[in-house]
């Protein structure tokens, strides 16, 4: 079982820049997949960004494509996300979740870590 733990959201004005932080206890697998998802008030669950833990990837969603960046750290079991060109439709709070078996549900969710861009 995984423990996960979101830091870093903020309030941050359009255009700017955050770092997110997932910090993992518990061993994850190399197999595993690793990734960020928001969900702002009033829309569906959105997929941003993921990874396999092994390295391979990443991948990201239409959305943030181009402006965000996910990266790992395996001997610190954290996983980031760089986020630029932030934008009020980037509101949202983001989880890190675990996916253990491809086409599996997420699981493991963080608590989540609210980001809000408005000037």
């Known amino acids: 079982q995984v423990q996960l733990r979101e830091s870093g959201g903020g309030v941050v004005q359009p255009g700017g820049s955050l770092r997110l932080s997932c910090a993992a206890s518990?061993?994850?697998?190399?197999?595993?997949?690793m990734g960020w998802l928001r969900q702002a008030p009033g829309k569906e669950r959105e997929f941003v960004a993921g990874?396999?833990?092994?390295?391979?990837?990443?991948w990201y969603g239409n959305s943030v494509e181009g402006r965000f960046t996910i990266s790992r750290d395996r001997a610190k079991n954290t996983m980031y996300l760089q986020m630029n060109s932030l934008a009020p439709d980037d509101t949202a709070v983001y989880y890190c979740a675990t996916k253990r078996v491809k086409g599996a549900d997420w699981s493991d969710w963080g608590q989540g870590t609210q980001v809000t861009v408005s000037s």
């Open positions: 990874l396999l833990w092994s390295g391979a990837g990443p």
């Open positions: 518990g061993g994850i697998s190399t197999t595993y997949a």
